[in-house]
């Protein structure tokens, strides 16, 4: 038995330092589980960036390749693709649904235990002691890939490491059926990851990104946020360091030692990141997403774009839409 399960798309939420803003809008898997013992999912369904949050009850997770973690209420794992996992009752009990890529959901016991069971609700058990509140970004941003780049295969916030209300207001919001509820779950699952990202990232451990940890300093922070809020303008090192009240050779050198690689070559990535994304944009041409991000012309941002990426604009364009 094969069927596909509800898709919600996602919204954008402002970023953290630019960076911290996750995939972008393009069509991304929201659903509620309710379960009942026993009860076991495989996931593998290659998506690059999921959230799995326990609402109420618990939950067994197992990463592929990683001991298991027990999951408690309020705890959220954030599991980066294209890794399968399992989540379950128990560790010994077997997978009785797997779900592969586009969300397509197979039984692997007959009869099948899982069925819809209302709005963006799905399980053995509507009235089940464990909730799930599950969040998929099926297809990798461009902007994210830093980000993608820094986390690990899975990694787990506790509920007391939060102070963010998110949980409970995305588990009440996420079974509603009212006019304008994809844009409420949009922001407010983006928002979700970025509470988890922020928690994860406020720990004292070394697998902090340098790019965040740059954030904090008086000077390269300055300049971060400068490239990332105005790509579109004439950046030198020189005109960086004017806006930053610093020298330009102080300016260089510390932006080295926290970002790990200089000032351009980190708007150069950053332009062309976010010229990835916007030439997702429906109604989007070359030479306007060229102006956005800093280049003259869309023969400049497609001669760049294909030289650092191995493709051109075009190109990727229609591998994107293709995976979407």
């Excluded at 094969?2 to 960076?19: C, E, K, M, N, T």
């Excluded at 509507?126 to 998929?136: A, P, Q, R, S, W």
């Excluded at 780049?149 to 588990?171: I, K, N, S």
């Excluded at 708007?267 to 994304?277: I, P, V, Y």
């Amino acid at each position: 038995m094969r069927r596909r399960l509800g898709v919600a798309s996602l919204g954008v939420v402002d970023s953290v330092a630019g960076l911290l803003d996750g995939p972008r809008a393009r069509g991304a898997f929201l659903l509620r589980s309710r379960l009942a013992a026993p009860w076991s999912i495989l996931v593998a369904d290659e998506a690059p960036l999921s959230l799995v949050t326990v609402v109420s009850g618990s939950a067994d997770l197992l990463p592929s390749g990683a001991d298991p973690v027990h999951l408690r209420p309020g705890d959220v794992a954030l599991l980066t693709g294209p890794a399968a996992y399992v989540v379950a009752d128990s560790t010994s009990t077997p997978p009785q649904v797997r779900i592969g890529p586009g969300q397509e959901c197979e039984a692997l016991v007959q009869p099948a235990v899982m069925r819809e069971l209302g709005v963006r609700t799905w399980g053995n058990d509507l009235d089940g002691e464990t909730e799930l509140v599950t969040g998929t970004y099926v297809v990798e941003g461009e902007v994210s890939r830093r980000l993608l780049g820094a986390l690990p295969p899975a990694m787990v916030v506790r509920r007391e490491e939060r102070t963010d209300p998110l949980v409970d207001l995305l588990a009440e919001e996420v079974g509603r059926d009212l006019p304008g509820q994809e844009a409420v779950l949009d922001r407010l699952l983006d928002l979700h990851l970025v509470a988890v990202l922020r928690a994860e990232f406020a720990r004292p451990a070394d697998g902090t990104p340098r790019w965040y940890r740059a954030t904090g300093d008086a000077v390269v922070g300055k300049a971060l946020r400068l490239l990332q809020e105005s790509p579109e303008q004439p950046w030198t090192v020189a005109t960086l360091a004017r806006a930053c009240g610093a020298s330009r050779a102080a300016l260089a050198r510390r932006f080295a030692e926290l970002v790990g690689e200089p000032p351009m070559a980190f708007l150069t990535a950053w332009r062309l990141s976010l010229a990835a994304d916007l030439l997702l944009e429906p109604a989007s041409t070359l030479d306007a997403v060229a102006r956005r991000v800093g280049y003259g012309s869309g023969y400049a941002l497609s001669a760049a774009f294909t030289r650092e990426r191995g493709q051109s604009p075009a190109q990727w364009r229609q591998a994107a839409r293709s995976t979407a």
